[in-house]
């Protein structure tokens, strides 16, 4: 009998130790909800393209017995990873497939590993990931806490930024109450390889993913989790250009290089741009579609959307698609009356209410102290803020991206961005941080937070007026809550606004808030079934209506 329970030990023992990969040292080191949990499984082969030959498959059964299965990914030699965020607290398994099971390192490998709550500050793990809200209005937290989206534009960050300078930017960000930051994956037409001379592959007809370039990226994306930042990845940029995957690899190899990215990063805090700046209209919507399939599910738990081309609406394309969460749409950097238009009174103002229903965001409005398109002026502070304004009032409000030039490149010295020389200079990095309309997106988001943003819907028939059509530079955009007792409404030039004021509920006040300091002026007592209101000067001002 004592034979036999000494051999019974062994057997176990030798399980353990050759059959997962430290299963209870996983199991005494817990993993807070939300977070990542990550586990190396170590082949017994070695291939010549590990991302071509194998795939790793690893199913996750939770406390409740439900399952979520995901990719492990190539990291070198012979280390596969797998990466994973559980959502429910308890005692998690996994188990591993393989497709070449053959390969004992990797196949049919089991673990454990157990889930506690988490009780840390950061919000993106405190109110737990993100989802769509029960209208598909916007974007809110699994626990209901609305999430506004804020983004600042750094396509260049991580590829060509000092880690050290990286975090100093982070932390200006948060300051700047920003929320999510937007950035390009792989190389692409402004940044052939990252800062350390690494492309993310090689290869056309059948790619190599280099694993140093996304070692490298770890760290990046690390650190805008850990500023409570989400980050915001464009997988494969697409405009026309032999320096952009999304453009000139073949289908299957676009899906091989998005399936590794989602892999590896399906389980920080990320929202994926699967294309970027592409023409994703007629055969190349169905191309797109096909992709989208391909590598999201809904076991990933993670949002999804295209970063499209300038004044370009793709709402019709993909609306159904399975995978694509939010209409995510590109104001771009024009100055003229065909621009403002399109913003104010064009797709974003007129087909947010198709069905279904999807979050609506301008993820490229005008960069400030970018070129204007057609005028070549400057777009200034005020340009900045107006079209973010109009794109948070004119469809109903889910959130808006900012960009600046010197950020969006990257720049360490005054220059012009690489192959974007006609949008002008750009500062460095460290000075077009500080540009006024990037505090004033600090201020914009102090005006939402102190209100229920997410009730509010376009409400341009409470104006009397709209001088925004004869000058869409004009335009007077006003969004209210369905109920009446809420009503914003941004004036782009100050003067006078008159509202509908029996379109709202009784007893409400008003107060002008200022887009450019983050003050209050009394606006009166809100009465009369119309009634003016005038602005103190010229300068732009948000009206706020509401329950005192």
């Not at 993993?31 to 030959?53: C, G, L, M």
């Not at 690893?58 to 965020?85: C, H, I, Q, Y």
Request: with cysteine; glycine share 8%; proline share 5%.
């Amino acid at each position: 009998m004592k034979r036999f329970i000494l051999l019974a030990f062994a057997a176990a023992v030798f399980f353990l130790t050759f059959c997962c990969e430290s299963p209870a040292l996983a199991a005494d080191n817990p993993v807070e909800q939300w977070a990542r949990f990550e586990q190396i499984f170590t082949s017994s082969k070695d291939y010549r393209n590990p991302v071509q030959q194998i795939k790793v498959k690893v199913e996750f059964t939770s406390p409740n017995k439900s399952k979520r299965t995901l990719l492990a990914f190539w990291d070198g030699g012979r280390m596969w990873r797998v990466r994973f965020s559980p959502d429910e607290q308890g005692g998690w398994t996994y188990k591993t497939v393989c497709s070449d099971q053959s390969n004992k390192g990797l196949h049919n490998q089991i673990g454990s590993f157990k889930c506690v709550k988490y009780n840390g500050d950061l919000s993106l793990f405190r109110h737990g990931e993100l989802c769509l809200s029960a209208n598909k209005r916007y974007i809110e937290h699994t626990d209901g806490t609305p999430f506004f989206w804020l983004a600042d534009t750094v396509w260049c960050g991580p590829l060509l930024a000092d880690l050290d300078d990286w975090n100093v930017f982070l932390k200006d960000r948060v300051e700047k109450e920003f929320t999510t930051i937007q950035f390009v994956m792989t190389q692409w037409r402004m940044a052939k390889t990252d800062a350390a001379g690494n492309s993310a592959f090689t290869g056309k007809e059948k790619v190599a993913v280099n694993p140093a370039f996304f070692q490298r990226m770890d760290k990046y994306i690390d650190a805008i989790n850990d500023a409570d930042l989400v980050a915001v990845p464009v997988l494969l940029w697409a405009i026309r250009g032999e320096e952009n995957p999304g453009y000139y690899l073949p289908e299957d190899q676009k899906i091989v290089l998005a399936e590794y990215m989602i892999a590896r990063y399906g389980a920080h805090q990320v929202i994926w741009f699967l294309g970027g700046d592409g023409n994703y209209s007629g055969e190349r919507a169905e191309t797109w579609k096909r992709i989208g399939r391909a590598v999201f599910n809904k076991d990933q738990h993670r949002l999804a959307t295209m970063h499209v081309r300038g004044k370009s609406w793709v709402g019709k394309e993909f609306r159904n698609e399975p995978w694509f969460n939010f209409i995510s749409y590109q104001s771009g950097h024009g100055d003229d009356e065909r621009t403002f238009r399109w913003l104010n009174q064009g797709p974003p103002a007129t087909e947010w209410n198709n069905e279904p229903s999807l979050p609506v965001i301008n993820t490229e409005p005008n960069y400030e102290a970018h070129n204007g398109y057609t005028r070549r002026k400057v777009h200034n502070d005020h340009s900045v803020r107006r079209a973010a304004y109009w794109s948070l009032l004119v469809s109903p409000t889910a959130g808006v991206t900012y960009g600046g030039q010197g950020i969006w490149g990257w720049h360490t010295k005054v220059q012009a961005p690489a192959d974007h020389i006609s949008t002008g200079l750009g500062s460095p990095w460290h000075v077009a941080k500080d540009l006024p309309g990037a505090l004033g997106m600090k201020y914009l988001h102090k005006f939402f937070k102190s209100i229920e943003w997410w009730r509010l819907i376009p409400a341009q028939e409470v104006l009397a007026g709209q001088p925004g059509k004869k000058d869409a530079s004009k335009f007077i955009s006003a969004a209210k809550s369905e109920q009446g007792d809420l009503l914003v409404v941004y004036l782009p030039e100050g003067g006078s606004v008159t509202v509908k004021t029996d379109l709202l509920k009784k007893g409400l006040t008003a107060r002008w808030y200022h887009p450019r300091t983050g003050g209050w002026l009394d606006a009166g007592k809100v009465g009369k079934s119309r009634q003016t209101f005038k602005t103190t000067d010229r300068n732009d001002w948000v009206l706020l209506v509401t329950a005192k």
